[in-house]
């Protein structure tokens, strides 16, 4: 069964452009979360998505926004990049049951983006 | 708000020397408990989910317990191949938004 898959894996940006993220999930698994992880802040939770609407926002700025489509693959895209956001982004699927208090995640390879 | 905070930050053993990670945290009601293994440049690989306090599971070397204030993930006879960071997390306000501890960075020389 394949894993949670990214793409690109590497990408570098300069400052003030936009960037388009993809991760197809699992096979079957209808949620799709999207994480960024940087040696300062380690992972921190962006949004989730669910049947193609967000479910959940971290504490992020509005430049940071996303999509799910209807095969539950799923897009996340930053606009107006500091050098801040240079982080590996993270895609995690799950089955996304229906008031689940739990839901094991399976991680994507990451995104390293690199904004300069 | 949830805080999830991991010990040691970096561990460094000798191949066949045990030791136990610890992983505590603060949350309104304990819905689970998650252990992952992170390789350098890749994602976060699942090891684990405890649900209850009490609770434990094996996967090869590894052991997870749970209490009602921390979790230990327990390394038997460590091989050089278990070198990674260990990162535990728990389910805040939706099953699918998990707060992460920092990680522990473990190295297991041969």
């Known amino acids: 069964k394949a894993g949670v898959t990214q793409t690109p894996r590497y990408l570098i940006k300069t400052r003030g452009q936009q960037v388009t993220l993809s991760c197809s999930p699992i096979s079957g698994h209808r949620s799709v979360s999207w994480y960024q992880q940087t040696p300062g802040q380690g992972l921190q939770f962006l949004f989730e998505y669910f049947s193609e609407t967000q479910r959940n926002k971290g504490n992020f700025p509005g430049r940071f926004s996303g999509r799910q489509f209807s095969n539950s693959r799923s897009e996340m895209n930053v606009s107006t990049l500091e050098l801040g956001d240079s982080a590996l982004y993270l895609c995690?699927?799950?089955?996304?049951?229906?008031?689940?208090?739990?839901?094991?995640?399976?991680f994507g390879p990451g995104t390293r983006l690199t904004v300069l | 708000e949830d805080q999830v905070t991991q010990s040691p930050e970096a561990l460094r053993l000798q191949e066949g020397e045990s030791s136990s990670l610890n992983c505590s945290y603060t949350?309104?009601?304990?819905?689970?408990l998650f252990w992952y293994r992170q390789d350098p440049g890749k994602g976060p690989e699942f090891l684990f989910t405890?649900?209850?306090a009490g609770e434990e599971k094996e996967k090869e070397r590894l052991k997870a317990t749970l209490t009602k204030k921390e979790s230990f993930l327990h390394i038997t006879a460590p091989k050089p191949e278990d070198s990674a960071t260990y990162l535990c997390a728990v389910p805040g306000r939706s099953a699918r938004q998990l707060t992460f501890g920092s990680g522990t960075q473990l190295t297991v020389l041969p």
């Open positions: 995690a699927s799950s089955w996304g049951l229906a008031g689940a208090s739990t839901d094991t995640q399976y």
């Open positions: 949350v309104s009601g304990l819905r689970g």
């Open positions: 405890l649900y209850s």
